[in-house]
């Protein structure tokens, strides 16, 4: 048995967080359900960005779509959900086998509405209903305002990935969001069934403190947070309000691993996959780092169960954890709408060399 379908066996789904045309075009995403045991996709702009300027693989959708006077950010919308049309797709039988529970993609809101309530939830209503497809998660981030919308979107039946999540209490809110959507929905006698992941940054925790950490904490501060949002996850699916809608026909938001690519060139190129092998939670991994778990036979340990220790120990140190979480929430939000920018230039960029050719 490979380390990837190890995963499954554990109780963990193991999703890809990449997509590009060519993925789909040359059969190697179709290549990877059934080999590596992938059973879901991630995206977000930084992604898109790399495979629109990195290729050519879109020139030919860009140039009709041009000629059907579309630009910019309609432009790209296009093109994005055209691919995760394809991709969900191609889960739609892990979709349809396990009952919803797996077999998901994900597409996230413009990364400029991350202040915006409203337009947030506009954009996540619009941009599910365009790409029809029942198992796509859009993607909203765990900002004030990305909350108070996940809330609003769950009520509306849109399935949410809740994104650039980062400690165990961001994690709560977002749970407690999608809890109170779900309990609207069971009030005002709608059906409960909505899907939503939560979605915990794991590798940029150590990024960030890896000029402040003592050499025997290196690498440890991600892990540390991720157990104890795992604490916290599991408490809250044992609670009698968790419990209330499950009886009502609910299903339980999962916690999703995400930024589990190793960071530092010294670790294990596995290191975030073995610590983070816990049922029923999901692991989206970049490319790079599922074929390292395809040439691993085993796994190590799992999450520590002295990950608070370990977290007194980085508040010894004088790293003020809550203060990095906000740090990373604000990184994160700047970081994809650098991308997002960058993304809508290289579109642009583009589309002049389409037309001048």
Known sequence: MIATQRLHE?????????????????????????????????????????????????????????????????????????DLRQAA??????????????????????????????????????????AARPNLFIKIPGTSAGIAAVEEAIFAGVPINVTLLFSGAQYVRAAEAYLRGIERRISAGLNPDVGSVASLFVSRWDVAVADKAPPDLRNRLGIAIASEAYERYRALLDSPRWQRI??????????????????DPKASDILYVEALAKPFTVNTMPEATLKALANHQGFGEALPADGDAILAEFAKAGIDIDGVATQLLGEGIASFGNSWNDLLASIASRSEALKAA
């Open 246 to 263: 499950l009886n009502a026909g609910a299903r339980s938001q999962r916690l999703l691993w995400a930024s589990t690519g190793t960071k």
């Open 10 to 82: 554990i109780g963990q789904s193991l999703w890809l967080d990449d997509i590009t045309r060519g993925l789909l075009a040359n059969g190697t995403l179709k290549r990877y359900i059934q080999e590596l045991s992938i059973t879901g996709l991630t995206s977000n702009p930084t992604i898109f960005d790399h495979a629109i300027k990195n290729s050519r693989d879109y020139d030919d959708a860009i140039s009709r779509k041009l000629k059907e006077g579309k630009s910019g950010e309609a432009l790209f919308f296009e093109l994005a959900i055209e």
């Open 89 to 130: 797709d191609l889960f739609r039988p892990i979709h349809d086998r396990t009952n919803g529970v797996d077999g998901w993609v994900s597409l996230e809101v413009s990364p400029l509405l991350a202040r915006d309530t409203a337009g947030t939830l506009a954009a996540a209503k619009a941009l599910h209903a365009r």
